[in-house]
């Protein structure tokens, strides 16, 4: 099984960008994906996740009401829609897969490569 996080770079303050979660070997749609960060000597926070079938979504409060996480089961991918990012988003940004239904990233069985995402004042 392999995931892999794309969509990173770097964009001003007050910009988007919209990262994606690929997975080889798992069909994501039956797991809990989730999207975690990790910025230099700070400890890995989570962002957000998305629940299978319903697809429920839960958000980190530093997010909520700028970035969105949704599916294309049809691509086997989750995406992380991010607006309005601000300097404090800066961070590689993991995508994370497993039947754990939490924000705690032990519980999550299969991590991808992350991607850098830098937001610039």
């Known amino acids: 099984v392999q995931l892999q996080a794309s969509g990173g770079g770097f964009v001003q303050a007050g910009g988007s960008l919209r990262l994606a979660c690929a997975a080889s070997g798992r069909t994501l749609s039956s797991d809990v994906v989730g999207w975690f960060r990790q910025a230099p000597g700070k400890e890995r926070e989570f962002v957000a996740r998305?629940?299978?079938?319903?697809?429920?979504?839960y958000y980190a409060d530093s997010v909520k009401g700028r970035f969105t996480i949704s599916r294309d089961n049809a691509k086997n991918t989750v995406s992380l829609q991010m607006n309005s990012l601000k300097p404090e988003d800066t961070a590689v940004y993991y995508c994370a897969a497993g039947l754990y239904i939490g924000t705690s990233g032990p519980g999550y069985m299969y991590w991808g490569r992350g991607t850098q995402v830098t937001v610039s004042s």
């Open positions: 998305i629940t299978p079938s319903a697809g429920t979504t």
